[in-house]
Nanobody, 123 residues
């Protein structure tokens, strides 16, 4: 069982930055591909980014490419999402998720989810 706990959300002005963290309990963090998704009010949960087991490769949604960076520290059992140049349309609850071995942009393919952290970007 993998338990995920996000932190780092908050209120920021457009153009600002935030860094989200997602810590895990349980074993074998390095066996899991980690991802970030987000869910805005009235919209479906959407893919943001995922990162490989070693952290050597990552993949981003077009809407965040060049502004967000996903990274992981396997020694600390933590995955991060650095968000720069934030826009009001980035406002959402951000969730981290985990699945074994290979990355995916499809939410139904992820086994484990955190409780989410709110990010609000004011204009």
């Amino acid at each position: 069982q993998v338990q995920l706990v996000e932190s780092g959300g908050g209120l920021v002005q457009a153009g600002g930055s935030l860094r989200l963290s997602c810590g895990t309990s349980g074993r074998a963090f390095s066996w899991y591909v980690m991802a970030w998704f987000r869910e805005a009010p009235g919209k479906e949960r959407e893919f943001v980014a995922h990162i490989s087991l070693s952290g050597g490769s990552s993949y981003y949604a077009e809407s965040v490419k060049g502004r967000f960076t996903i990274s992981r520290d396997n020694a600390k059992n933590t995955v991060y999402l650095q968000m720069n140049s934030l826009k009001p349309e980035d406002t959402a609850v951000y969730y981290c998720a985990a699945r074994k071995f290979s990355g995916s942009a499809y939410r139904h393919e992820y086994e484990y989810w955190g409780q989410g952290t709110q990010v609000t970007v004011s204009s």
